[in-house]
Every structure is written in C-alpha cells, then in structure tokens.
C-alpha cells in the first residue's frame, strides 16, 4: 500500500487560497488518489479523488503531475469553517486496493 | 456523495459489558465495509475489513474476539465491543465501498464509546 506524507500542520486566513501537497513515491498503476476533510469528533468526508491531471468539483481542484508520485489538494478562497484535517490517501481501483490507511493528516487552520 | 450511517452516535456503558454499532450504506451495496478507530488528536487506524457473507479480516493487533463483526447483508455491517473495558473508550468509525465508478470508500459520522 503506497505511503503517503503530508505537512503536519498549515495556517491560512480566511479569503485565501490553500494548497496542501501530499508525497506518494511509491503510487501503484492502478491507485487513484483521494482526499478527506474531517472535522473533530466527526467520520472523514469525501473532497475529491483523481487518478492524473487535474479535477475540479465545486469545493476543490486536484492537481497530480504526470508522475503521480504526488497530489496537491486546492481550497478557493477558504473560510473559517474549512479549518479541519485534511487526509490524503491512495488506494487501488477494482476491489484490490485493500484498505485505505490513514497517515497523520494535514491540520488546517484557518484564521480571521 | 453516498451516505453512510451509524448508530448510536455515542454509547456510555458499564465495564464488562457489550455493546454494538450499526454502519449501515444507505444509496448503495457494500460488499465491503470497513471499521476503524481514533483516539483523540490521533489518525484513524483500520481495526478490520468486513466482508459481506464471510469472515471479516483483522489487522495485526486487533483480538477477533473482542471485536466481533458481522456484515449479514449488503447494506449492514454490526462491530460489537465485547466485555467492554475502559481501555476501548475510543472513537469508531466505519466505511463502506461503493463498488461503483472506483471503489471510492465512504465514512460513517463515528460513533463515540465511553466505558465507565
């Protein structure tokens, strides 16, 4: 299962673009990457999943470079309300991916 | 996104009891589900894989007997804290795969235990 590290913690003030990038050297052919929000005392949110290049969905664009060996998360303009840890993860596609294991996550604080 | 369910939100029972938690997928068929725990300012960590209709899969470290799940149909898979001790006061979380598009994995909201 590919292993993934993120920046511990990062701070942000409201109105402000943030971009949280996650390393995954050792991405397989047939893992895609996904990304949750989870908030304290909360299960983790879906935010966005990609395999290559670039998806937008209404909350986040995902950024992967042509080596997938990394992924960068993209929050427009965030409020107070984004403050969370952000998990990125990677996991195979068609029932063999196993499990997702959880790294340390990437708190985000956002500020006024 | 799919919804997943738990139930109940948060437990508080007596030591050496047992308890259970529902996850159930709502819009979909998980054919697997997945349960986790989180300790406070922790990450989650994967307890075990529930498959539908057979045994589930433990990770390393997790006692089979203390946590019993079952995952009887589709859309229903129970993780029962036996002889519960104050040691397993913990936040568990469960997931389902949706087996449509690519296997995208949802969480449930958590449901919180306090052993007393």
């Known amino acids: 299962l590919a292993k993934t590290t993120q920046p511990i913690s990062m701070d942000s003030y409201e109105g402000q673009e943030v971009n949280i990038t996650c390393s995954h050297n050792n991405i397989a052919t047939n893992d895609y990457i996904t990304w949750y929000q989870q908030f304290p005392s909360q299960g983790p949110r879906f935010i966005i999943q990609?395999?290559?290049t670039k998806v937008t969905n209404e909350v986040a664009s995902l950024f992967i470079p042509a080596d997938r060996k990394s992924s960068t998360l993209s929050l427009p303009r965030v409020s107070l309300s984004d403050t969370a840890v952000y998990y990125c993860l990677v996991g195979g596609y068609g029932g063999s991916q196993g499990n997702l294991i959880f790294g340390k996550g990437t708190k985000l604080s956002v500020k006024p | 996104g799919a919804v997943v369910s738990q139930h109940p939100s948060r437990v508080i029972c007596k030591s050496g009891t047992s308890v259970k938690i529902e996850c159930r997928s709502l819009?979909?068929?998980?054919?697997?589900m997945f349960w986790y725990r989180q300790f406070p300012k922790k990450s989650l960590m994967l307890m075990a894989t529930?498959?539908?209709?057979?045994?589930?899969?433990?990770e390393q470290g997790v006692e089979k007997d203390k946590f019993l799940i079952n995952h009887a149909s589709l859309t229903l898979s129970t993780l029962t804290v036996t002889s519960a001790h104050p040691e397993d006061s913990s936040f568990y979380i469960c997931s389902a795969r949706d087996p449509s598009g690519t296997d995208t994995q949802y969480f449930g909201p958590g449901t919180r235990l306090t052993v007393l």
């Open positions: 990609g395999y290559k």
């Open positions: 819009d979909f068929q998980a054919t697997t």
């Open positions: 529930s498959n539908e209709g057979s045994k589930a899969t433990y």
